[in-house]
């Protein structure tokens, strides 16, 4: 008994400590509210983050607001980051700490953290909550939940036309042929190329579909085998998975998987002497891979973070999906690496600015057939199920909507968030992710 | 011959055990070992991260006190926290070193998890609740059993059992988890739609009947170890087992009942984790809170009001470093670093209540203390 005592006698003294030190910081804290009464808005917005600055993905999100940020004229204090935390119960209570702290405007980064940012959004009408990549906004009835994502897909088909660019040259010059790599050609001649998929889902097929069509659009005689990892970073599996599809006559690895692991195997591939070279995702891979890496598609979230930062401060209406690409500058490809085809540059610029003015569709139905046939329809399900107890429990009732339209499938316009998951001729998936 | 005060081969210092110290030493001590910490710490944010020490404090005070919800927050981690370490303080009073209940706990919300998704719609509430509970109790006093089975027949080695049923534990809900999910890319909440298996809302939160539940626990499990019989064997099997055998009690009886206690209500921290904390399950839904209890535990010898002191203590250090962390855009790692002072300096300060140094040359003064 005694010794408890002692215990809370020890915290009591903690706490007159910690209230004489409050009193200082309440004058250093006015100081700073009177700053920010100085800027044009007092608009408050919360950060929720997966990761943070030294994880690739966060950091291109704290990246893309702080630039939007110093564009808008938002100050430092006027936003309040929640670093590295879980798609779980945490994330609720970041969001609704965020709301205690005085948010009207709080972002999440990952798709696992939507399921969480509802709930809070349903408790805190008044402030609006984005949830990034997320894909049921439109559906779930809440005027103050939104979502976001950009069409990826584009600069995919862009850093798949530089791909192409390269394997036209390495044909065309007699460097790669049926005798100098045998491996790397099939029974119909096919020249053979490869993918790391982090999961099996519509944002990935989706995002390596677009790449392949790019490819194709240059050199139509190719081949995809797609090997998952089953994890969005994982830099070993990544490495593992790029060497396997290489072993298999691959010369080109794309990537929709967060590490540099793929890039890196490739290099050490080309090193030994084996023709093959590496497009990647979300940064410049040309440090990890210097000659092999010839490209990285890239989003540019600062589009629209600036978008949805303006909006916010002048009270105007957040879009609930907003997804944009090349139109609005969402999306590119990095610098294009040493090794690229001659009139790479000049190509890529012609083909972002057919996207950019909508005369070119990336995935235009005259481009690709699934089982021999041309798809003319592609009935799109926006409901968003839970499947824990073995069926399809509907969480958010949407519509079935048509994809198709005026010869193209429209990706991310019937919601932010990718939705192509047909299975085209031409590309294998593997059954098994990589050991 | 002369004396020698100070012989060569003496040490510079010794370590004795002191006799229990008065009251006002260890509030002395304390006391001083957070002001000492605080200074350590203030000289850490002040030089490493330019801060201004004091208001560093009075973030890392808010992190827990600034606002009502927050409090509520803390009091609801420190509920998991402190449910665990009531679980573990039957076995490690007995010696019996479960480092098993980070597996534990998941097998008990896993089981929790099962029932809420295939049983949500068929059963009615209470029969749900009651089902839940049960299949988690079940499932945690397993994975002690286990352990604590093969330990009385063939005497293998606990502490590696229990640790390796942690990774299986895991295995399984990583499997499961993944089964659930099905096309969904991850597995949210469960029973989204229907919030069957969700404790109901008491006073605004889902997690008032965890505080509750975990409050009758600690008055539970303080009269169990120091009234029961059960108790009293439990203490005599950890003094030693030859003793214990000497007296007539059955040690592996013991040892096997004090696991199933310990396993059921690591099992039914699950069940509290997943049907009024988190209302999902992952492979991290325990969240190191199995390691963690241990030390709350072994802290407070077993006095579960301890624990909970022990507890709020360390979810205050925690809530802590991420509001540091969060309000100064730090590094989480800095954030650890000033609560890892605090912590470091309170945990040393123990040794000074329990053991006195004797200077060289200083034996007259000891003695006369």
Redesign the interface.
Known sequence: MKKMLGILLAGAMMLSLAACGSTGSEAANGGSTAEAAGASSDLKVGVILIGDETEGYSAAHITGIKDAAAEVGLTDDQIIWKYKVPEGAECSDAAEDLVGQGCDLIISNSYGHQTYMVETAEKYPDTTFVSMTGDFAAISGLDNFKNAFTAVYQSRYVSGVVAGLKLQELVESGTLTPETQPNSFDADGNVKIGYVGAFPYAEVISGYTAFYLGVKSVFPTVTMEVMYTNSWFDIDKEGAAAEALIANGSVIVGQHADSTGAPAATQRKKDDGVICYSIGYNIDMLETAPTAALTSSTNVWKAYYAELLTAAMNGEEIPTDWAKGYDDGAVAITDLGPECAEGTAEKVAEVEAALKDGSLHVFDTANFTVDGQTVTSAPIDLTYYDFSSGEAVAVYQGETKEAIHDGYFDESTLRSAPYFALHIDGIVEDSEPVA | MAAHTSHPAEPLVRIARRKAAP?SR??AV??AA??LA?VVDALFIFFVTGL?P??V???M?GGTFS?P??FS?AMRDLSTLLCIGIALAPAFKMRFWNIGAEGQVLVGGLATALIM??F??SLPAPALFAAMVLGSVAAGALWGFVPAWFKARWNTNETLFTLMMNYVATSIVACMTNI??????????????TKAGWLPIIFGQRYTINIIVVLVLTFAMYAYLKYSKHGYEIAVVGESENTARYAGINVRRVMVRTMLISGAICGLCGFLIVAG????I?T??AGGNGFTAIIVAWLAKFNT??MA?ISF?LIFLERGASEI???Y?L??YAADIITGVILFFILGSEFFINYRLIWRGHHKEVKGE
């Open positions: 009251l260890k509030i304390r006391a957070i002001l605080l201004n004091i208001s404090y009075v973030v005070w606002t919800v927050r927050w998704v295939y949500g719609n659930m999910r099905g096309q969904a890319s991850s597995l949210g909440t469960l029973n989204k739609a904390k988190d209302q999902t992952s991290t839904s009001f301890y002191l203590l962390a969060s309000a855009s590094n989480e």
